[in-house]
């Protein structure tokens, strides 16, 4: 008596086709954990440079602002209202939400007392309240003089 060796070919198909299954539910979790990570990147950016710029608005006793653009998915730092070229970390004072380590994450909208630009004078105090939204749910809210900000996730 032969002992058959290896498996059939409807075995080896059923395999196949569990591996595969199991591969496509594993690639969309990983899509859905990156996309929350690239969007906690982008809230991560945005309020630091809300705080950098305050800084630099006191360090060199400047106005200054942020305009948010939700065409180009992008926002510009401004210093006596012309253009920061040279700020840190920025495309020639634009900083990009649309490619990159933020690819897939959208300013959805800003709603900054009815404009889309921050104002912070000299002394570092934002100018008026505000929010800021990211991909339809991601929301940045910051306060007035203190600039302090909130983030709500759904």
Known sequence: ?????GFTLIELIIVI??????????STR??????????SAAINQITSDLEQVKTLALAHHKNMSLTFNV????YSIHKNGTLMTDYPGSNSGT??????????????????NG???INIDKWGNVLNNGTITLNDAHTITFKKLTGHWEVSHP
């Open 1 to 5: 008596m032969q002992r058959p060796r």
């Open 17 to 26: 086709v569990l591996l595969g299954l199991l591969a496509l539910v594993a």
């Open 30 to 39: 990983v899509q859905d954990t990156s996309l929350n990570v690239r969007i």
């Open 71 to 74: 065409s180009t998915e992008a």
């Open 95 to 112: 900083i990009d939400l649309s490619q990159g380590t933020f690819t897939g994450v959208n300013i959805t909208s800003t709603n900054i």
């Open 115 to 117: 404009s889309n630009v």
